[in-house]
């Protein structure tokens, strides 16, 4: 399918997306504002306010931001997440709001004919056009970091999801983790398995995770 034709299915917009990714890097708000969901749901309002007034963003949670924020925000607040969390809660509390972010994403930013169409497309073809949809909007995610995707194989598709200087590493990156599970879980088939093949966070320079599409 041509660019135009992708262009139609998820309502792409054009030069203004390229705009907003100037300096500073900035980042979509539920980065920030499913972080707060996932913790205030999991450890109640008073532990989120402790975390997020320890990440400098107390403001944040009483009145979430309702535009891109600066990347060093939801990079503060993860940091004192995993600073103030067990290892295994700072990861639960990541996946949760990754898997939060996906459904806003799901619900509010995935054009309904594409919502339509894509679950009933073979995985090959359904995976191949949303990571061309994501990278057209890969600032939204990864910041200052550089997204590539590709996907390989046609009859048991792996989609590969690299981000060169990923700013949200953590260690395994639970939150993007979750995102592009659940996205691609739902729209590309009946089952998405993810695998973090490598981490920013664990020293290297990118981030990559694959995941395996199979249809019912």
């Known amino acids: 399918m041509s660019d135009q034709g992708i262009g139609r299915i998820f309502g792409h917009g054009s030069a203004q997306d390229v705009v907003a990714s100037s300096s500073p890097a900035r980042i979509g708000p539920n980065a920030v504002i499913q972080t707060g969901q996932a913790l205030s749901a999991l450890y109640g309002v008073g532990a989120a306010r402790l975390i997020f007034e320890a990440a400098g963003l107390g403001r944040h949670l009483a009145a979430p931001p309702t535009s891109m924020v600066d990347e060093r925000e939801p990079v503060a607040l993860f940091t004192a997440i995993r600073a103030m969390l067990p290892p295994a809660e700072a990861d639960r509390v990541l996946a949760e709001a990754g898997y939060r972010t996906a459904h806003y994403i799901l619900d509010h930013r995935i054009p309904p004919l594409a919502r339509k169409i894509l679950p009933k497309l073979h995985p090959a073809i359904a995976s191949r056009l949303l990571v061309s949809a994501i990278a057209r909007h890969a600032w939204t995610f990864a910041g200052s970091g550089v997204f590539r995707g590709r996907v390989m194989d046609w009859t048991k598709p792996r989609v590969r999801l690299e981000i060169v200087g990923n700013p949200l590493a953590t260690p395994g990156c639970p939150w993007h983790g979750a995102v592009f599970q659940r996205l691609f879980g739902t729209l590309c088939g009946s089952a998405a398995t993810a ?22």
């Open 195 to 216: 695998r973090h093949l490598e981490c920013c966070a664990s020293g290297q320079n990118r981030c990559v995770t694959e995941l395996l599409c199979t249809s019912t």
